[in-house]
């Protein structure tokens, strides 16, 4: 039996120290071989696979197997980060030889990382999932292997075993709870030296955002405290050397990370510039480390028991930031490590920094948002490029396959030209998706065609620079969406010294989407285009500036938008988001190619509450086509989008279903049904896809405009969230069918089979609806007050009956809508 338990962690510890401390190849894989063999009851193996490809040596060494499941070891010849090709092309030589599954142990040349990788079965491809050892730190590694062990010995199917133990979800559980604790002791220190609650938590967000881009940058060796150092904590080695030199009057928050933030991360200078009291730090710009207002107020300082529970205290405690693994690298739905990466950075903010739940707003699961990037590229890809076959498209960005595909680069021409917006961004969980999808298509068309020949980190540049807007109110909001873009793109650079980061003010804006209108009511005049073409020029040269440079340009550009704005509006102070003026180069090509999002569930009660009765009145103003008195939040949002897409534009949101029936969703529904096709519906009802709320949520694609011949509507209705959930198009191609070509008529939508749809209009044609039957009076009956205290399970119902039989005499049946 395996010899862990969790009272003693330190064995699984020893172990792997033994395997990063190997001298030799031979060394390493006996430190393996024990590692499954002592801790996780593996037998023996021997021998060895040979491997061809350039990427790989010449064999893998076999070390262990159990239950069919075999263990090899690959030693690398390149130092560095172990590149995600290398591991995939290991394990599908090694499945094929050994013909069985494998769990690949690759270390680099130096074996200062190693990653113990397994493959799991998806609908159509196959999920790596990995967990990495780093010199620095394997604390979380260490943890799963405890889980892993005890799960084998209470006799758990191993493989069932491994699907637990590279499940990252208690580890993002595990961060969530310790931030959100740190992040709140943060906010008592600083007490009343920011006395506005607000500022004071933008402030905390500004700081513990800085934080983590350094935690997760100093991995890639650029921030050394002294030259020659090679250590990879730089933060926790910055806070140990200044407690070893504390004074009485120092802070580090003042002496260290204020010089840090901004006069060696923000401050153009030499490559060897060193800094007495931070060391040898890149210059990065993209303004994470621009000083703020409260940033330059002597007064805010933070004291030093806080940074002790963010790098440790030295001893035992490790503190926050060196507790977990930090991974640079976001997972995808085909790549999963265990690790915390900077999409947790994105559901801590949901969750944590803003209480967004209370505003209606869920983090979106990764699956979903995959499955509605490529269901809009494919409609994007169908209209731009006509030669292709719909068949060969869906291969292509489905399935990475562009074989298929008969002209390579007017595809890629399309990828390259596409705009992508999300008018409520939140920490950028869109934007990152499509980021990812993007670059993969780009990537394989290179990899079988030859196209794009590009390093991954120009790719994303470029597609940061071209492709992607994000619009959040929410300063938390965007503040994270940048930050999760920066550190995206800073993981492919390659070399010593990383570029500054690109400048994203004028890609990710920060107000009401809603509210502003579209409409240009001022002159279109040869000054006037002039002037927006000199914006536009302004706008994309400054992603890319710093220094001096940068702010000139801010300057010209900022006061170019108040001129353009006034003559755009005739003089006019446009409130929120003025779409028009800032992403004019978008709208002068007819608008955006496909927006996504997932807007803000907030009930038209809650928007009087939180924005008043003035607010509410000019939304339905603003909005004659959808807005009503009743109209919850979120079908603004449909409205605007149609509004942002250039006709043949792909509309794709996860909200509500509700709008589909409720009287407030009558506008929407006839809209939607005069000026668009709508491509697919998949409803999840009551399923729990949100973890922490039931939101009767569903996906709604559609393509804006009327195309004859149109394809017939997809509608699916999934009875659970298991296999094949979570890869949606599995769940759309196993249950989903297509709506008679009457479904959506108008404002009444029939969203059925065609046999069900027979039978109800049969139904109606021999009956009297039962609101004609009761002339409108029908209610809604009895209210609880308090569900919860009234509704009871079967289980609590026998339960008080068994106490006290006279219960069954006050106990009556339930039933709601749904049952019918």
């Not at 008529?745 to 021999?766: H, I, V």
């Amino acid at each position: 039996m395996p010899i862990v338990n969790r009272q003693n962690r330190r064995a699984f510890k020893g172990m792997i120290e033994d395997i990063l401390n190997a001298r030799s190849a031979g060394e390493a894989q006996t430190a393996v071989r024990e590692l499954f063999m002592a801790g996780l009851d593996f037998a023996r193996a021997d021998g060895s696979v040979s491997l061809h490809h350039e990427r790989l040596p010449a064999s893998a060494s076999l070390v262990a197997r159990r239950d069919g499941i075999h263990v090899a070891v690959v030693d690398l010849s390149e130092r560095g980060y172990i590149r995600i090709e290398a591991i995939r092309d290991a394990v599908k030589q090694l499945e094929n030889s050994l013909a069985g599954e494998v769990v690949l142990v690759m270390a680099n040349a130096d074996r200062s990382e190693w990653q113990i990788v397994t493959q799991k079965e998806t609908a159509n491809r196959r999920m790596l999932r990995r967990m990495v050892i780093r010199r620095e730190g394997f604390r979380t590694v260490v943890e799963q292997l405890d889980e892993l062990a005890l799960a084998i010995d209470a006799g758990a199917d191993l493989r069932d075993a491994l699907d637990k133990a590279y499940n990252v979800e208690p580890v993002r559980k595990r961060f969530f709870t310790q931030y959100a604790a740190v992040f709140d002791a943060t906010m008592d220190a600083l007490g009343t030296k920011i006395s506005d609650k607000e500022t004071r938590k933008l402030f905390c967000q500004r700081l513990f955002n800085r934080l983590l881009f350094v935690r997760f940058l100093e991995k890639r060796g650029w921030l050394r405290l002294r030259p020659g150092d090679e250590r990879t904590d730089y933060l926790r080695t910055l806070w140990r050397a200044y407690t070893a030199e504390r004074h009485d009057n120092d802070n580090f928050y003042r002496d260290r990370l204020c010089p840090l933030f901004f006069d060696g991360l923000n401050t153009d200078h030499p490559v060897e510039y060193i800094h007495p009291q931070v060391g040898i730090v890149p210059y990065l710009n993209g303004g994470l480390f621009d000083p703020e207002e409260d940033d330059r107020n002597a007064n805010v300082v933070i004291p030093d028991g806080v940074f002790a529970a963010i790098c440790g205290d030295g001893g035992a405690h490790e503190g926050l930031l060196y507790q977990f693994n930090f991974t640079v690298t976001e997972a995808t739905p085909l790549d999963v490590e265990v690790a915390v990466d900077p999409e947790m950075l994105g559901k801590v903010f949901e969750e944590l920094v803003t209480g967004r739940h209370e505003s209606g707003s869920y983090y979106t699961p990764k699956p979903i948002v995959a499955f509605m990037g490529r269901e809009a590229l494919k409609g994007y890809l169908r209209a731009r490029a006509p030669h292709e076959s719909p068949q060969a498209i869906a291969r292509f960005v489905d399935e990475h396959k562009p074989e298929g595909l008969a002209h390579g680069e007017a595809v890629l021409d399309a990828l390259k030209r596409v705009r992508i917006c999300d008018p409520a961004c939140g920490s950028g969980a869109y934007l990152l998706g499509m980021l990812h999808e993007l670059l993969d298509l780009r990537q394989c068309l290179f990899n079988t065609r030859g196209l794009d020949p590009l390093a991954d980190y120009d790719r994303k540049l470029a597609i940061i620079q071209n492709n992607l807007y994000g619009v959040d109110i929410d300063p938390f909001a965007t503040g994270v969406a940048r930050l999760r873009l920066w550190l995206s793109l800073i993981v492919d650079f390659t070399g010593e010294t990383p570029p500054p980061l690109p400048n994203l003010d004028y890609k990710i804006g920060t107000s009401d989407s809603l509210i502003a209108p579209l409409n240009v009511v001022g002159t279109q005049s040869i000054f006037l285009q002039q002037e927006v073409a000199e914006l536009y020029d302004l706008k994309a040269a400054y992603i890319s500036e710093h220094g001096s440079e940068k702010r000139a340009k801010k300057q010209r550009i900022d006061a170019l938008r108040a001129k353009i704005g006034a003559e755009m509006h005739g003089g006019a102070r446009v409130p929120g988001f003025d779409w028009r003026m800032e992403f004019e180069e978008v709208f002068r090509d007819g608008g955006f190619d496909i927006v996504l999002a997932n807007p803000p569930y907030i009930r038209q009660e809650v928007v009087l509450q939180q924005f008043g009765k003035e607010y509410k009145e000019n939304l339905v103003k603003a909005y004659p086509a959808v807005g009503s008195g009743t109209a919850d939040f979120y079908i603004y949002f449909y409205a605007r989008a149609l509004q942002l897409l250039r006709p043949g534009g792909m509309l794709a949101f996860i909200s509500p279903n509700k709008w589909f029936r409720a009287a407030y969703g009558k506008k929407l529904r006839a809209h939607i049904a005069e000026t668009c096709d709508v491509g697919s519906i998949t409803d999840f009802r009551d399923l729990p896809v949100f973890e922490s709320a039931t939101t009767y949520a569903m996906i709604f694609v559609a393509r804006k405009g009327k195309q004859a011949g149109a394809a017939r509507t997809t509608h699916t209705e999934p009875p659970d969230l298991r296999e094949p959930y979570p890869d949606v198009r599995a769940v759309v191609t196993h249950y989903g069918s297509e709506l008679p070509p009457d479904a959506l008529n108008g404002a009444n939508w029939t969203l059925t089979d065609a046999e069900t749809a027979t039978r109800l209009r049969t139904m109606a044609a021999a009956g009297i609806p039962l609101g004609e039957y009761v002339h409108g009076r029908i209610y809604y009956g009895i209210k609880t007050g308090f569900n919860d205290a009234f509704y009871l399970k079967g289980v609590e119902k026998d339960a008080l009956i068994a106490q006290d039989p006279r219960s069954a005499d006050l106990i009556k049946p339930l039933a709601v809508g749904k049952d019918i």
